[in-house]
């Protein structure tokens, strides 16, 4: 299985501040790769696919890139909506896996 | 737009089989175009998928969770089901039914249930 690495655990970032989230996998999943934000209470939403595609909906301020093994989410100017836990997902291999999570919290 | 409801009982005794549903209302489980899977996350912690069911019935689960695992669909209903047996404690978690277009990310979620085992 493939393990998917995420950091850092926890983002301390003031409104309209950048913040960059990471993601490794132990093996390459070519891009093939997702991001979701989870609010509490709430269900996961897909934020971006193909390591870089925003999903319908989805604002331009959040972006995604990387290949292989390395992937970034980069939200560059934090709305006080974006306060939440992200989380990467493979979907390269069998079975589907996800990180496990980065919170981002504000400063 | 489609929607994805999980339903079932929210106590499960330890030993015992969880059973859950989920409905796909607004659009057909018999597209061809999607898979239909199951994903939890215990309290607190992180999320784990469990298995895919296609709508002809072919399925694949999690190795870690093979053994116990049954999902089914009912396109009549437009619903499939998640069946786990042999509960434990650390099969507490909220379950979630998701969809995702020809085996890529899960673009649809459910609300979520929360299963807690305990007698």
């Known amino acids: 299985e493939i393990v998917m690495t995420q950091s850092p655990a926890t983002l301390s970032v003031s409104p309209g501040e950048r913040a960059t989230l990471s993601c490794r996998a132990s093996?390459?999943?070519?891009?093939?790769l997702a991001w979701y934000q989870q609010k509490p209470g709430q269900a996961p939403r897909l934020l971006i696919y193909g390591a870089s595609t925003r999903a319908t909906g989805i604002p331009a301020r959040f972006s995604g890139s990387g290949s292989g093994t390395e992937f970034t989410l980069t939200i560059s100017s934090l709305q006080s909506e974006d306060f939440a836990v992200y989380y990467c997902q493979q979907y390269n291999n069998w079975p589907r896996t996800f990180g496990g999570g980065t919170k981002v919290e504000i400063k | 737009q489609v929607q994805l409801q999980e339903s079932g009982p929210g106590l499960v005794k330890p030993s015992q089989t969880l059973s859950l549903t989920c409905t796909v209302s607004?659009?057909?489980?018999?597209?061809?175009?999607?898979?239909w899977s199951w994903i939890r996350q215990p309290p607190g912690k992180g999320l784990e998928w469990i298995g895919y069911i296609y709508y002809s019935g072919s399925t694949y689960y999690n190795p870690s969770l093979k053994s116990r695992v049954t999902i089914s669909v009912d396109t009549s209903k437009n619903q499939f089901s998640l069946k786990l047996s042999s509960v434990t404690a650390a099969d507490t978690a909220v379950y979630y039914c998701a969809r995702d277009y020809a085996l890529d990310a899960f673009d649809i979620w459910g609300q979520g249930t929360m299963v807690t085992v305990s007698s």
């Open positions: 607004g659009g057909s489980i018999s597209s061809g175009d999607y898979y």
């Open positions: 093996q390459s999943v070519s891009s093939n």
